[in-house]
């Protein structure tokens, strides 16, 4: 088996991210390109477990050019995936729906592995998450939909109307959204939508929301994750709690979610692209969906909308 290495000393920002230096003469060194949307924490949390568990699994003679986008400008990302495929890198790493179609669109030879893929199948990237059907496999991280709405009737059991606030360009938050309705339809809840273009649109379209809605959701979006902070002081002014797609939205002001643990989905996403460094078809790996759920729930957020969580049991706080 070869071995490979992770270069992680020597990190220097180059436009739009990070590229790891240094070299080493003997023998073939495999390179991987990383490709990230957008910095943000829980991002950052796969790209890092996904490293250090590369390391893990002994892979010590290898290079990583890891780039880090600006968000959801498909312009931006496609640039990035070029510039790997120029490179002849040997396989790319992506984080994010988005992140992932500008690889799939950039290259039909080289494997492409993502982390954080919410609905592969939806995004158009394989046609089956058991028997993927191009040069794509991963990890998903699709939102538990009844988990979380589980969580929001202990938390908030007088609330029957909620405002969606989400970005229309991400297919990974449509695909939720999507799922979210369904899940409504058959509860008898209701809801009203403020679409977003953008991270400058986040904080009007909260605003327009309240005095509407009974509690705000938002899935795995990262738009609006980028501007989580100002969304989470609409919502707290407004008394108003916020159900979200991921924990680290909670961190940043949500009041909770039902969500994936990113530290082992980019453990995951480390060991199927090892196995395919190692020479495993893709078409034999399929797809996995991530099912370590953890209920989150932001404490301060909670005292400052008036929620007594005190009781809760088998809850992380952050």
């Known amino acids: 088996m070869r071995k490979f290495g992770i270069l992680l000393v020597c990190l220097s920002i180059l436009g739009l991210g990070l590229a790891a230096c240094g070299s080493d003469d003997d023998g073939y060194r495999f390179t991987v390109g990383v490709i990230q949307m957008m910095d943000h924490p829980s991002l950052n949390e796969i790209r890092e477990a996904f490293l250090e568990e590369m390391a893990v699994l002994g892979f010590d003679d290898m290079d990583f050019d890891v780039r880090i986008g600006p968000g959801a400008d498909m312009t931006a990302l496609t640039s990035i995936a070029q510039v790997f495929v120029g490179n002849e890198v040997d396989l790319i790493m992506s984080i994010t729906t988005p992140a992932t179609q500008a690889a799939a669109n950039a290259t039909s030879d ?6 954080a893929v919410s609905d592969p199948v939806a995004a158009g990237l394989v ?32 609330a029957r109307t909620f405002g969606f606030v989400y970005n229309l360009g991400e297919a990974n938050s449509v695909a939720i959204i999507e799922r979210v309705k369904a899940y409504f339809a058959a509860n008898g809840l209701y809801y009203y939508e403020a679409p977003v273009t953008g991270t400058a649109d986040v904080q009007q379209a909260a605003l327009s929301l309240v005095g509407r809605i009974d509690a705000f ?20 002014d407004a008394g108003l709690p916020i159900f979200t797609g991921a924990d680290s939205m909670v961190a940043d002001g949500g009041l909770a979610t039902v969500g994936v643990n990113y530290t082992i989905l980019g453990q995951e996403t480390a060991r199927i692209a090892a196995a395919v460094l190692e020479g495993a078809s893709i078409a034999d790996i399929p797809v996995v969906v991530m099912s370590d759920f953890t209920p989150t729930v932001n404490r301060e957020t909670a005292e400052a909308i008036g929620l007594d969580v005190s009781g809760l049991e088998g809850v992380n706080f952050r």
Request: glycine share 4%; no cysteine; proline share 10%.
């Open 110 to 115: 080289i494997p492409i592995i993502f982390g």
């Open 127 to 158: 046609a089956s998450l058991d028997a993927p059907d191009r040069n794509i496999t991963g990890t998903s991280d699709n939102l538990p939909v009844e988990l979380v709405f589980d969580l929001a009737r202990q938390l908030a059991p007088d």
């Open 217 to 236: 959701f938002t899935p795995t979006d990262n738009t609006v994750a980028a501007a989580m902070p100002v969304f989470a002081q609409v919502a707290i």
